[in-house]
């Protein structure tokens, strides 16, 4: 494979340009056509001599993803299937809101956490995806929807901090001003909780969000809903989060699948807000989303809403998420490899 462009810091791209013989500015013009105009084709580089540009197609790549297919919710949500350069496949999707668009991105083809209820992992991980691959998804959002993405979530397929160097590395891309200059504030990376990656990760001092997908507020009942939570025991991941907010003083989100019968009683949401307390952390209830391999059920709207007042009335900041592209598996816990579904929408 090629080099990929969307891989390489400013400083790494200015060194291939040299090593190929060309002026360093060359690489400056790149990154504004790429980073500043969204423009990932060599051909279109205008200011590049029309002799260079396949040239430099030859030697590197900005796109190694195909779309293969997408859909288009009811509510503006925009699915995608990317087929990569070795014919894996992942899903991310672009989310509309106002002035707002949110790219929910992969960092892992399939995914090895076996979350029972998340179609991601019915197929096991299958390999992570680069720096390069995971920032790609963006100007494949961009592109799709014509119009900038301001808000990126690394909540799309795979575990990110199990591929934590790639998914430092884009985060780092996504918040350079001198490429795609997002605000870290608009930047939330979510985990199942693996409490050595997020110390890591509060090392690093990335001014991003973190969100844990809890789930369960016991060992037992996340070791039932998450298999490999079994490896990380909730204090474990507590106290990583408290890390985590000791070293920004920004509050951690909790996300919080509710299912109908297992995790929306009384005695769960009383635990649930001892450990929110702890953190000083918002809680973002999600209802279930169906998947292929059904095992559970979606609360009611007046269940979900009746367990969101038991949070508040002990104090807890809580929101209930309102499900986005669910008419085309486009909602949380919905992403699959699969590209043998119909085509709905373009």
Not at 103 to 127: E, H, N, W, Y
Request: proline letters at 5%; one cysteine or more.
């Amino acid at each position: 494979m090629m080099k990929h462009v969307l891989d390489m810091t400013v400083g790494e791209l200015t060194a291939e340009i040299q090593r190929l013989g060309l002026p360093a500015y060359r690489a400056r013009q790149i990154g504004t056509w790429l980073w500043q105009k969204g423009v990932t084709d060599f051909g279109e580089m205008t200011d590049l001599p029309a002799e260079l540009r396949p040239r430099l197609a030859g030697e590197m790549t900005i796109r190694s993803a195909q779309v293969a297919d997408q859909r288009l919710a009811t509510d503006g949500t925009r699915k995608l299937l990317l087929q990569l350069h070795d014919d894996e496949s992942v899903e991310t999707v672009g989310i509309p809101a106002g002035k707002r668009t949110t790219a929910c991105v992969s960092t892992q083809v399939g995914c090895a956490m076996g979350c029972k209820f998340c179609a991601t992992g019915l197929d096991g991980l299958r390999r992570n995806l680069s720096a390069g691959e995971i920032v790609e998804q963006v100007f494949h959002v961009q592109r799709a929807m014509r119009r900038r993405v301001t808000n990126v979530v690394f909540m799309g397929m795979g575990e990110p901090l199990a591929n934590y160097g790639a998914t430092v590395a884009a985060v780092r891309a996504l918040i350079d001003p001198h490429r795609l200059g997002i605000s870290g504030r608009r930047v939330t990376v979510s985990t199942v909780g693996l409490p050595r990656q997020i110390r890591r990760l509060a090392s690093e001092r990335l001014p991003i969000t973190l969100a844990i997908s809890l789930h369960a507020p016991s060992d037992a009942l996340r070791r039932e809903l998450i298999p490999a939570a079994a490896r990380w025991p909730l204090a474990d991941v507590i106290a990583a989060a408290e890390r985590f907010y000791d070293s920004r003083h920004r509050e951690v989100t909790l996300e919080y699948v509710l299912l109908s019968g297992v995790n929306d009683g009384k005695l769960c949401a009383e635990a649930l807000s001892k450990i929110a307390r702890r953190l000083r952390c918002n809680v973002n209830l999600i209802g279930y989303n169906p998947i292929p391999v059904p095992a559970y059920e979606r609360p009611s709207d007046e269940a979900m809403a009746a367990f969101a007042d038991r949070l508040a009335c002990r104090g807890v900041n809580v929101h209930v998420r309102r499900p986005r592209g669910s008419d085309v598996a486009a909602a949380c816990g919905q992403l699959r490899r699969s590209a043998d579904r119909p085509r709905q929408g373009s």
